[in-house]
């Protein structure tokens, strides 16, 4: 018999095979830079019809359409497409977001890429997994960090800020770099392709699922001011594979924020 996490894992997979779609429709929801695809739309009907049937009585919080029912014992945080931008110009990065919170905790997390084939998991207390490999983080010092950002492109007005926070970053760590999707860029950190993480403003389903499967791997996550994240509310981020790490970065960024 299945167990709770493999029943997820299927389902997920499921709704990424719904992206594989060459055709797909487009709308701007607030300007070029905020889209949504007929296959956003597609994966978040289907994953709310099966996960309400996994765990009846169950709430919701989604990026499509406003579905925000968390009033729930247990809520779904789905991000149908992290990467919409990605996925609709045939870059890798896009994945399938869904996690699940327990009261104010998340209990389980699955990031699916499907256009990789890569899918990340974690149960609360039980690691964290790629393809079902455990993950960890990395041991890598800050001068040796990758560090993964991203301007605020649904908020240019705090551009300037933010790229003071990454120049001065910059300078001390590696490289940086820029995949364009919050939930991935969280899971690479989880594995090991980098050690930091940085974004000014994000919304629950960028972070939501990533961020368990990154806790269960041994990394850090906070809100800008090092508290934790909010679940069901836009925040700020800072992660990194370690404390100390963690503590140098969350500085950077606390000395530039306004």
């Not at 487009?26 to 978040?44: F, H, M, P, R």
């Not at 699940?100 to 997994?129: C, I, Q, S, W």
């Not at 970053?169 to 940086?176: R, V």
Request: aromatic fraction near 8%; proline fraction near 3%.
């Amino acid at each position: 018999m299945m167990t709770f996490i493999e029943k997820l894992n299927k389902l997920v997979i499921a709704a990424g095979e719904l992206m594989s779609t060459e055709r797909f429709e487009i709308e701007q929801k607030n300007g070029c830079e905020n889209i949504v695809t007929s296959s956003d739309l597609a994966v978040q009907n289907f994953l709310c019809e099966e996960l309400s049937k996994l765990l009846p009585g169950s709430g919701f919080l989604c990026e499509e359409r406003d579905i925000n029912d968390c009033e729930h014992e247990y809520t779904w945080i789905i991000d149908p497409i992290d990467g919409t931008a990605n996925y609709s110009r045939g870059i890798d990065e896009c994945a399938v977001c869904v996690g699940l919170k327990h009261n104010a905790e998340m209990e389980a997390g699955v990031v699916f890429l499907p256009r990789k084939n890569e899918l990340f998991y974690a149960k609360k207390g039980k690691g964290a997994f790629l393809n079902g490999r455990m993950i960890d983080v990395s041991s890598r010092p800050f001068a040796d960090a990758m560090l993964c950002t991203a301007l605020p492109v649904y908020h240019k007005e705090y551009a300037a800020v933010c790229s003071e926070i990454i120049l001065d970053a910059f300078g001390k760590c590696n490289d940086i770099r820029r995949f364009g999707a919050c939930a991935p860029e969280l899971c690479y950190l989880a594995m090991g392709r980098c050690e930091l993480y940085f974004e000014y403003l994000l919304s629950p389903w960028d972070f939501a699922a990533a961020s368990l499967i990154l806790t269960e791997a041994g990394g850090i996550i906070t809100s800008l001011e090092g508290d934790a994240l909010c679940l069901t509310a836009p925040s700020g981020v800072v992660a990194a594979n370690n404390r100390e790490n963690h503590l140098q970065l969350l500085e950077i960024v606390k000395e530039h924020k306004r």
